[in-house]
T-cell receptor, first 108, second 114 residues
Framework: AQRVTQPEKLLSVFKGAPVELKCNYS??????LFWYVQYSRQRLQLLLR??SRESIKGFTADLNKGETSFHLKKPFAQEEDSAMYYC??????????FGAGTRLAVHP | DTGVSQDPRHKITKRGQNVTFRCDPI?????LYWYRQTLGQGPEFLTY????????KSRLLSDRFSAERPKGSFSTLEIQRTEQGDSAMYLC????????????FGPGTRLLVL
């Protein structure tokens, strides 16, 4: 079965510090992976997907097939980055398989 | 607002009652998903529609749950004989194949079963 693990429930950093939100997955074949974000009082929205290889709001994520990881990184965290972040591989029928999520808290 | 909408946003019901939720996807999105999210967890897949056809149902979807998408537009999720364990946020998402599978989520319906 496809599984995704986000080991940290909470990541607390100060503004300007680097951020890495961890995501490990178990998947056979070539996975398609996403990071979704939910800001306070907003709906869940796509942050980035690995196939695009793009940087959104300064965040990047590299798929490491050897380590089966898809960690989300940002070199300098901002207070507005405070949110709940979910790693989600795509399963059968393109359903998303969400991890438990990591709450990122960026302090001034 | 042309995003995914859900109604109601909140529902409080007593155990044993039936409840129905509605999801209106983005216009022309042929794929619609329902997820359930409990406290401290990520959303879990419940069911998937492509147009009006329900193509997959999770094992989480017991016999008390039923979902429909008549005419391939809006969708409803009904829970019969609600139990306290059904208390959760129910999320709807839609997408179309040309969107490279980006799913657009609604605001959710929060259900509390007393």
């Amino acid at each position: 079965a496809q599984r995704v693990t986000q080991p940290e429930k909470l990541l607390s950093v100060f503004k300007g510090a680097p951020v890495e939100l961890k995501c490990n997955y178990s998947y056979s074949g070539s996975p398609e992976l996403f990071w979704y974000v939910q800001y306070s009082r907003q709906r869940l929205q796509l942050l980035l997907r690995h196939i695009s290889r793009e940087s959104i709001k300064g965040f990047t994520a590299d798929l490491n097939k050897g380590e089966t990881s898809f960690h989300l990184k940002k070199p300098f965290a901002q207070e507005e980055d405070s949110a709940m972040y979910y790693c989600a591989p795509l399963g059968g029928y393109n359903k998303l398989i969400f991890g438990a999520g990591t709450r990122l808290a960026v302090h001034p | 607002d042309t995003g995914v909408s859900q109604d109601p946003r909140h529902k409080i019901t007593k155990r044993g009652q039936n409840v129905t939720f509605r999801c209106d996807p983005i216009s022309e999105h042929n794929r619609l998903y329902w997820y359930r999210q409990t406290l401290g967890q990520g959303p879990e897949f419940l069911t998937y529609f492509q147009n009006e056809a329900q193509l997959e149902k999770s094992r989480l979807l017991s016999d008390r749950f039923s979902a429909e998408r008549p005419k391939g537009s809006f969708s409803t999720l009904e829970i019969q004989r609600t139990e306290q364990g059904d208390s959760a946020m129910y999320l709807c998402a839609s997408t179309r194949q040309t969107e490279q599978e980006t799913q657009y989520f609604g605001p959710g319906t929060r259900l509390l079963v007393l």
